[in-house]
């Protein structure tokens, strides 16, 4: 069983939060690349090849988005609708990793479109472990689309 390097979109407002998953995806060995952002909008930049958006140096999208819900203007949950509401993102795997584990917003998670939810846990070995197996789970067991192209807005102005 081989496992593939991946590129994980983090969408994680918290800075010790997204220094920790980032830290816990190295730790393993699996991860490519990780590109974080603080809030959706800046992530959405990202996603469509907006030009503003420096993080974007190819084409490619992400093959993975780790998903925040609780972000600073444009929520999570939005986020998700935006990106399962679009042809050039609907097939991006998008994994909710919040703090909440409220059976509403849970079960809304997945009425939007999220392929998995996870409560992030509050120890930071179980943290640790636990993005080990969700980690473990996307590079290794799951087969992923390859090679799919952004095929972004032209304008890059236009809004989702």
Partial sequence: MSSKALTIMLVEDNDDHAELVSAALEVNNLVGNVVRFADAETGLDY???RPQSPQRTAPALPDLILLDLMLPGMSGMELLKVIRNRPETKGI???VLTTS???????????????SYIAKPVGHQDFV???AELNMFWSVTAELPRGKQNSSL???DQQP
């Fill in 47 to 49: 996603l469509y090849g």
């Fill in 93 to 95: 795997p998008v994994v």
């Fill in 101 to 115: 584990a409220h059976d509403q917003q849970i079960a809304r998670a997945y009425e939007y479109g999220a392929n």
């Fill in 129 to 131: 472990i636990k993005l």
């Fill in 154 to 156: 032209s304008s890059g």
